[in-house]
């Protein structure tokens, strides 16, 4: 093989999986935006920051929504040791 095609591939890969690294971890902040929102709306007694709550968690679920869409366009997905990871992570 020839080696400079094999590192060409190598950086390639690399670079693909930044990014879908990057797009995971872009839902899971949209994610804990919503979660925010939600328990902003459930905190909260003025009718305005009532607003701004309902406001936010849709805008968040409208990012989360593009962003699952980019992933699924791509075939990203994770696997149960990503999940129990990231369990793992928030226990501690």
Request: glycine share 2%; proline share 0%.
């Amino acid at each position: 093989m020839n080696r400079k095609k094999v590192i060409e591939y190598l950086a390639n890969k690399s670079d693909e999986l930044s990014v879908y690294r990057k797009l995971i971890e872009e839902m899971e902040v949209a994610k804990m935006e919503i979660n925010v929102a939600r328990s902003m709306f459930n905190n909260v007694n003025d009718d305005a920051l009532i607003e701004v709550a309902i406001y936010s968690e849709n805008v968040a679920r409208k990012r989360y929504d593009y962003l699952l869409s980019i992933a699924k366009a791509k075939g990203i997905s994770v696997d149960d040791s990503y999940v129990i990871e990231k369990n793992v992570q928030i226990a501690e």
